[in-house]
């Protein structure tokens, strides 16, 4: 059985998409583990994976009973994009505040406690981590990657000015009220996802508070960023400026 929320205690639950990560899931689930466990926090893990052939759900299913009752595994039949997992991902999540995550290690659980203690602060609806502010950086990406990355969000400021220094970044932590609202509002489910719900969330009036990371480039596996999806967001950004 899953975790649910007691009675005055916050739970938090990490939406976490894959797509051949057999490799990675088990060292980023105990990671997960240790993190809670140290700060004394009710978690939830939700794995949504779409259909990877390398075997990453048989490595999940082997998760849901070591860490029961604290993993789930919600799959789908194919690679259906990675906005869609997150929907998916909250149907079945129970906490009331929802994190979101790559599963590669780029996003190290080591912030969550940060990010935890941010939202608390200012009761913000929304904690994004930067790597674009305070002592957050980027680091194993070559040059190119570097400028794409940066170029991205300078252009994405330039035309929609959010007010967020990252918003192309995956690593949040959502109020779990505020996420459903966003997800009714944005037809965006692709690698613009991101950049849409910060834009909305700003238009909306919800708040948002940022936490410095290091984002470190996958250890295991390989970037799902392609040209494709590059210029996909580039006509997000345009499409967001018209709608908002």
Do not use: C
């Not at 680091?139 to 570097?146: A, M, Q």
């Not at 910060?198 to 996958?218: C, H, L, M, N």
């Amino acid at each position: 059985m899953a975790p649910t929320k007691s009675s005055g205690k916050d739970l938090y639950s990490v939406i976490l998409p894959t797509f051949n990560e057999r490799q990675n899931l088990p060292i980023i689930t105990w990671l997960l583990n240790k993190t809670f466990t140290e700060q004394n926090l009710d978690w939830e893990l939700v794995i949504v994976d779409d259909g990877s052939p390398d075997g990453t759900q048989d490595v999940a299913k082997q998760l849901v009973k070591a860490y029961s009752p604290h993993v789930q595994l919600q799959p789908r039949t194919g690679k259906l994009g990675l906005g869609t997992a997150y929907v998916h991902g909250l149907k079945y999540a129970n906490g009331n505040y929802i994190i979101i995550m790559d599963a590669d290690f780029s996003h190290h659980p080591k912030f969550i406690p940060q990010m935890i203690a941010k939202r608390a602060e200012g009761d913000y609806d929304i904690v994004t981590g930067t790597r674009y502010a305070g002592d957050g950086g980027v680091y194993g990406w070559d040059l190119k990657r570097k400028l794409t990355s940066k170029g991205a969000n300078i252009f994405a400021d330039t035309v929609l000015r959010p007010g967020v220094s990252d918003l192309t970044g995956s690593f949040r932590l959502y109020k779990r009220s505020v996420l459903e609202k966003l997800f009714e509002s944005t037809d965006a489910r692709g690698f613009t996802m991101q950049m849409a719900l910060a834009v909305t969330a700003k238009a909306k009036g919800y708040s948002i508070g940022e936490v410095p990371i290091s984002f470190v480039d996958r250890v295991y596996g390989d970037s799902k960023l392609g040209g494709e999806e590059i210029v996909e967001y580039a006509k997000g950004v345009l499409q967001l400026w018209w709608s908002i």
